[in-house]
Every structure is written in C-alpha cells, then in structure tokens.
C-alpha cells in the first residue's frame, strides 16, 4: 500500500485487484468536459472517472472560490459508491502532471483515508510503457467510506487575521506570471496575497515534466524556500485549491508533512475588494 506515488509497473500489477481502486482525474480548465469525453475515448482499466467540478469541488456562491471542497458527507458517499472502503488502496491519475489528480489525493486524505497515491507520470507514462487502455466502464460494489475530517485547511479570514505573521509563509502553487500579477488568465484580479511566496508547481517535475522528482531533491528545494520554517505552519494555496496540492503532495514525498490548505485560495480571496493585493515578485 502506498500513500504518495506509484509506479506503471506496480498499477499494472495490481490491475483487477479488487483491494485496489483507480480514477481518472482527467479536467482541462477551459473545456470541462475534456475529461468525461477522454475517458470514454480509453483509460487504464478498471478506472472510474470523477470530474473536478461535479465530483471533487462543492458549490459556488460568487465568494467561495472556482472549485470549494465539496460537503464532507457528500464526498464520502461518493467514495462509498466508486467502492473506496477503509482497505482500499485508492490510485489517481490524470494526463496534465497530476496536478487534477492531486486534488483527490488529498480530498482522501482530508477525509481520513491514507491508502491513496497517484501514478507517477500519469497516462503519459502509462501509454509509453504500452499498456493497454479501454473503453469499458467498470461495475463496481459499493462499499463503507467513513469521513473523518481532519483539521488540514485554514480559510480565508484564518488567513487575513494573521497576514503579519504570515510573511514567507504562504506557498503560491501558481505560475510566477500569474502569482505576479502581470498574466492573470482565469480570475478577475492579477496578484497574490501579501507575503505569499511562488512555487510553480510545475518545479516538482523531472525534465521532461513528467515524473516527480527524487524526495532528496525535493526535500532541498523546499527546505530552501521554507527557510527553517516547519512544515506544519506553511499554507499551500494557489488559484482555486488543486494544483496547491501538488505542493502539499511534493512535500510529503520529500517527508515534509504538515502543511495546511487554503481551499478558497486566491479565486476566493480576491473576490473581496477589502482583503489587500500584492503584485509583483
């Protein structure tokens, strides 16, 4: 069992294990529904799909950020139904450097399930190991998920009260041109929160932006940006929530655990004018 990453030859090994479960994360942030339709078009076998919106986000009110977690209770039913139960070994994976299927690494984990990893390389490396992909929809049998929430998210006005205090310790997964403020493409304001610090997401991946990187070299780049910090007062934020936990998962590979989340993330807090704006780097 494993609680960060897996191999394509340690999935595939376990492919119809009924102790495991795969899904596809598979979201595009401009098509909707690139997922849904991808999956229908072939996917590793025995995966179910949960849609970023409709499966692993909760409801908008126009405050509350692109993509809220979803009511606690709720998402268990739905992992009860996808046949997660407290056995379980959950696998994700996406086809964009895990970074949609993050989110469900930690939605789980939130919850109290820890048997979760992603695949590492995601379907690029499941495809150019020349493993099968098919079309069929599993049936599977429900099962008993149990939410047991933990304490591993802060909000927005956690986050305000203690601005001061905070500086450096506020992690930005965004890219640099939109934690800068200079290319914001998706929410109405360009900036970040005042003494956030930017860690493109995209830096937890090999050359090829494919697989993560070893944890030794993880653990340095980290420890550097966190300065002597403690990992468990950092808060991993980002657009909407998701690709933040593609932070928090690079952290608990290097064995720095701890970190908190910021779910409404910056789509939250700039839909309020009163909270301050930074710009630049």
């Not at 919850?111 to 695949?119: M, Q, T, Y």
């Not at 099968?132 to 049936?139: D, G, H, I, K, N």
């Amino acid at each position: 069992m494993s609680g960060t990453l897996v191999t394509v030859e340690e999935l595939a090994a376990r492919i119809g294990d009924p102790a495991w479960r795969v899904f596809d994360c598979r979201h595009d942030l401009q098509n909707v529904e690139y997922g849904a339709d991808a999956y229908a078009k072939g996917h590793v076998p025995g995966a179910l799909f949960l849609h970023l919106d409709r499966d692993l986000s909760g409801e908008k009110n126009g405050r509350n950020g692109r993509h809220p977690l979803p009511d606690p209770a709720a998402f268990a039913r739905r992992m009860g139904e996808c046949g997660v139960g407290p056995d379980t070994q959950a696998v994700a994976y996406d086809n964009e450097s895990g970074v949609f299927a993050a989110r469900l690494w930690w939605m789980l984990r939130w919850l109290g399930h820890d048997k979760v990893a992603l695949l590492d390389g995601g379907l690029p490396a499941w495809r150019r190991a020349r493993q099968a992909l098919v079309t069929e929809v599993p049936v599977v049998a429900p099962a008993a998920f149990v939410a047991r929430p933990r304490p591993m998210t802060v909000d927005a006005d956690f986050v305000q009260g203690r601005l001061p205090s905070l500086k450096g310790m506020i992690i930005d997964a965004r890219a640099p041109e939109r934690f800068s403020g200079e290319q914001e493409t998706l929410d109405p304001v360009g900036g970040h929160i005042p003494g956030a610090v930017n860690r493109f997401y995209f830096d937890n991946l090999d050359d090829a932006g494919c697989h993560f990187k070893p944890a030794e070299q993880l653990r340095g780049e980290f420890e550097a940006l966190l300065a002597g910090r403690d990992p468990a007062e950092i808060i991993q934020q980002c657009g909407s929530g998701v690709t933040a936990c593609h932070n928090l998962l690079a952290m608990e590979i290097a064995g720095l655990k701890g970190s908190k989340l910021y779910p409404g993330s910056w789509s939250e807090w700039c839909a309020d004018p009163a909270r301050p704006v930074a710009t630049g780097m």
